[in-house]
């Protein structure tokens, strides 16, 4: 049982962050927010693979105004990324978005930065303070001699500075880094210093199997920690995948006991059937399946039974064939080309 470090709890729309809430997974749109049937599109797929708080940039008037439909038509919390222009943040806050991405260090000037901070209070809106490695002020830079675990988490202080001179507190902060060591020393030292939720990630983390890879040690090496109340993987590319990624990590770590969980061998010269091929099968039927099991795969008989008989279902597989375990118990034997759709039903069964 992995003991949370204690944060305050926030709410981005009717989803609590931080505290002993459930810890979320978040994505980012990669269309453009104005275009709304695009935008809505992507976040009900989103949605579908378990995606729990969907954020987009909003980088003019168009799309500031799309979020009011956006959010007619979607049903998880929509958070607004804002890069400078403050004015933004206001519309954006004014047609409904649940939370503001910013760094106020980048807002321009006090005066706009209470501006933003008054409309967030008006509309109960949180922030959330967003540091990474480029988003460093020259200054810190200089001080630090470059990006650095000091470096961000002084940032993150002066931004939270920031807001806390408004009497802002409705806060959560990321302080992300493409490199997976100062990123996890970052977010140590930053949670040992405020009670702010943490929305954890590995910045500009690459595409797919390397942002897996970069993801799953930086993110996952913090929750093993208990560090960390919501997290976005980041993939140059399809952001389903974050979702898919983020949750597998919170699988992993039995934070998120949701969905089928499927345990397959690696396969060996022991393999007598084309076991690649089934659990690729088996794994978008699986996919498809709103059921929490596990469900092990493996290639033969001499170290399948064992793992088969831990699941709640499990094949062992033999030359052409395989035997399907139940709870621990074996209840049939099944012919190779028909093992996917026994296994199939069996699930249907649980
Ligand atoms: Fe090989 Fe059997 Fe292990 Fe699969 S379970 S990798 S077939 S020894």
Do not use: W
Not at 42 to 71: P, T
Not at 87 to 116: F, H, M, T, W, Y
Not at 165 to 177: D, E, G, H, P, V
Not at 270 to 282: G, H, M, P
């Amino acid at each position: 049982m992995i003991k949370r470090v204690k944060t305050k709890c926030i709410y981005v729309g009717d989803v609590p962050v931080g505290g002993d809430s459930p810890i979320t997974v978040q994505s980012m749109t990669n269309t453009i927010t104005a275009d709304i049937e695009s935008t809505v599109s992507q976040i009900l797929e989103l949605e579908r693979h378990g995606c729990h708080i969907i954020r987009a940039a909003v980088n003019n008037r168009e799309d500031a105004l799309a979020i009011n439909q956006i959010k007619k038509r979607t049903h998880i919390p929509f958070i607004a990324d804002i890069q400078f222009d403050y004015r933004l943040g206001i519309q954006a806050v004014e047609n409904g978005c649940d939370c503001l991405r910013i760094n106020p260090g980048n807002i321009g000037s006090e005066r706009k930065v209470r501006e933003i901070v008054d409309c967030c209070k008006e509309y109960e809106v949180p922030i959330r303070i967003g540091v990474n490695s480029g988003s460093l002020s020259r200054k810190i830079i200089d001080k630090y001699g470059g990006v650095n675990t000091d470096s961000l988490v002084e940032s993150a202080i002066d931004q939270l500075d920031m807001l806390e001179k408004l009497n802002f507190y409705n806060t959560k902060i990321s302080i992300k880094s493409s490199d997976v060591n100062t990123m996890i020393d970052s977010y140590i030292k930053l949670s040992k210093k405020v009670d702010y939720p943490l929305h954890l990630g590995v910045t500009e983390a690459g595409p797919m199997m390397k942002s897996t890879v970069k993801s799953s040690i930086g993110i996952g090496s913090l929750l093993r920690m208990g560090i960390g109340d919501t997290l976005r993987v980041s993939i140059t590319g399809n952001p389903v995948d974050e979702v898919v990624i983020g949750r597998e990590i919170l699988k992993s770590l039995s934070i998120l006991n949701e969905g089928i969980d499927l345990i397959s061998c690696p396969t060996c010269s022991r393999t007598k059937i084309n076991l690649i091929e089934l659990v690729e099968k088996a794994e978008m039927k699986l996919d498809q399946i709103d059921k929490n099991a596990s469900i092990a795969i493996m290639g033969c008989p001499v170290n399948g039974p064992g793992e088969a008989r831990e699941a709640d279902l499990g094949i062992a597989c033999g030359d052409g064939f395989g035997v399907i375990f139940k709870k621990g118990k074996i209840i049939k034997r099944v012919k190779e080309e028909e093992l996917l759709d026994a296994l199939l039903k069996e699930v249907e069964l649980l």
